[in-house]
T-cell receptor, first 115, second 113 residues
Framework: DGGITQSPKYLFRKEGQNVTLSCEQNLNHDAMYWYRQDPGQGLRLIYYSQIVNDFQKGDIAEGYSVSREKKESFPLTVTSAQKNPTAFYLC??????????????FGPGTRLLVL | DQQVKQNSPSLSVQEGRISILNCDYTNSMFDYFLWYKKYPAEGPTFLISISSIKDKNEDGRFTVFLNKSAKHLSLHIVPSQPGDSAVYFCAASDGTSYGKLTFGQGTILTVHP
């Protein structure tokens, strides 16, 4: 089955700790994205990557870091510099499209909680 | 600066009736619009899209209307079913930032049997 997997489903972070959220896709998509969702708010873009070994900051990149060493994988690290990390994190991917736009396909999400 | 706005946080509709979800945008560079449906604790799933060269796109019970002059789009669901109860997000792309979507805040739709 093709799709996007995110792990873990729930993640707990202690103060001052870095944590890494996993995102894997087997859809052969070029582009991958990380979003954050807070209650009553829409999805806000953290980072995105158009191609392996390249990524750009989104609207709320501070306190986060990413890597894109493989086409299938786009892990997100929530660093200790992110002061309000409690949120629902969503990973997405989309195929290359030089047309009007791309539809993004989302994973099931990871809920991060601070202890 | 909220470029995509869904001003109704929630909508309640009777089963079988029409649901109309609205979305406004401010960026005139947006040329592609999408609607996503999201259940609690799950990722959003793509529902329907429309490009700026069209003013209507239909897929089964779902129709999206685009009014470019008003910078407004709407999603119509007819007839509404209880399984349609979810959060609906509209999203927009300007085609200059590869694949980047800007999302609205979402509208919670509840369809009562």
């Amino acid at each position: 089955d093709g799709g996007i997997t995110q792990s873990p489903k729930y993640l707990f972070r202690k103060e001052g700790q870095n944590v890494t959220l996993s995102c894997e896709q087997n859809l052969n998509h070029d582009a991958m994205y990380w979003y954050r969702q807070d209650p009553g708010q829409g999805l806000r873009l953290i980072y995105y990557s158009q191609i392996v070994n390249d990524f750009q900051k989104g609207d709320i990149a501070e306190g986060y870091s990413v890597s894109r060493e493989k086409k299938e994988s786009f892990p997100l690290t929530v660093t200790s510099a992110q002061k309000n990390p409690t949120a629902f994190y969503l990973c997405a991917s989309s195929p290359e499209d030089r047309g009007f736009g791309e539809t993004q396909y989302f994973g099931p999400g990871t809920r991060l909680l601070v202890l | 600066d909220q470029q995509v706005k869904q001003n109704s946080p929630s909508l309640s509709v009777q089963e079988g009736r029409i649901s109309i979800l609205n979305c406004d945008y401010t960026n005139s560079m947006f040329d592609y619009f999408l609607w996503y449906k999201k259940y609690p604790a799950e990722g959003p799933t793509f529902l329907i899209s429309i490009s700026s060269i069209k003013d209507k796109n239909e897929d089964g019970r779902f129709t999206v209307f685009l009014n470019k002059s008003a910078k407004h789009l709407s999603l119509h669901i007819v007839p509404s079913q209880p399984g349609d109860s979810a959060v609906y997000f509209c999203a927009a792309s300007d085609g200059t930032s590869y694949g980047k979507l800007t999302f609205g805040q979402g509208t919670i739709l509840t369809v009562h049997p």
